[in-house]
């Protein structure tokens, strides 16, 4: 489960990360998809590229 909001600079996250993980398994680049959402922010990519499910 990822946190609400960045744990560095405090912005939302989550809100994105459904579409993230949809088009990471469509095959597309995890930069593109960053870009394309509007993550701009090195701490908030990180929030979503060492993102791992423990479930």
Not at 2 to 24: M, N, T
Not at 34 to 51: A, Q, S
Request: with cysteine.
């Amino acid at each position: 489960m990822i946190p609400v909001r960045c744990l560095s600079c405090g912005k939302p996250v989550s809100a994105y990360f459904d579409e993230y993980q949809i088009r990471l398994g469509n095959g597309e680049v995890s930069k593109d998809i960053l870009d394309d959402l509007g993550i701009k922010r090195y701490c908030c990519r990180r929030m979503f590229i060492t993102h791992v499910n423990t479930w």
